[in-house]
């Protein structure tokens, strides 16, 4: 018997967050290598929405958001890892169509 699949919606004002993968290591603005093992104090990440509740506002699938990623829960689906958090819990919105940006790109 085939098993039913069940496609997921986020309620209320939750969003669901694809993390970027970030490199080994990574370069400072002035070339110094930083190692992986280097663990940076209160450090924020980006990601990428992909899924929405029916409250949220500020955001929709596919924009890039900037938010702290500890103490945020994880889920697994299909061996990928999300993150699951309240929109005000997001920093920043990166997104093409903007009202009142900073002026910075990514």
């Given at each position: 018997?085939?098993?039913?699949?069940?496609?997921?919606?986020?309620?209320?004002?939750?969003?669901?967050?694809?993390?970027?993968?970030?490199?080994?290591?990574?370069?400072?603005?002035?070339?110094?290598?930083?190692?992986?093992?280097?663990?940076?104090?209160?450090?924020?990440?980006?990601?990428?929405?992909?899924?929405?509740?029916?409250?949220?506002?500020?955001?929709?699938?596919?924009?890039?958001?900037?938010?702290?990623?500890?103490?945020q829960?994880?889920?697994?689906?299909?061996?990928?890892?999300?993150?699951?958090?309240?929109?005000?819990?997001?920093?920043?919105?990166?997104?093409?169509?903007?009202?009142?940006?900073t002026?910075?790109?990514?």
């Open positions: 018997m085939v098993e039913p699949k069940f496609e997921i919606q986020m309620l209320h004002d939750r969003v669901m967050i694809r993390l970027e993968q970030e490199a080994e290591e990574r370069r400072s603005g002035s070339g110094i290598v930083i190692p992986a093992t280097v663990k940076m104090a209160n450090r924020l990440a980006w990601g990428e929405v992909c899924g929405v509740g029916t409250n949220v506002r500020s955001v929709k699938v596919g924009d890039k958001v900037l938010f702290n990623p500890e103490e829960y994880e889920v697994e689906v299909h061996a990928k890892v999300y993150l699951v958090m309240r929109e005000r819990d997001l920093h920043a919105v990166a997104t093409q169509e903007t009202d009142h940006g002026g910075l790109y990514l």
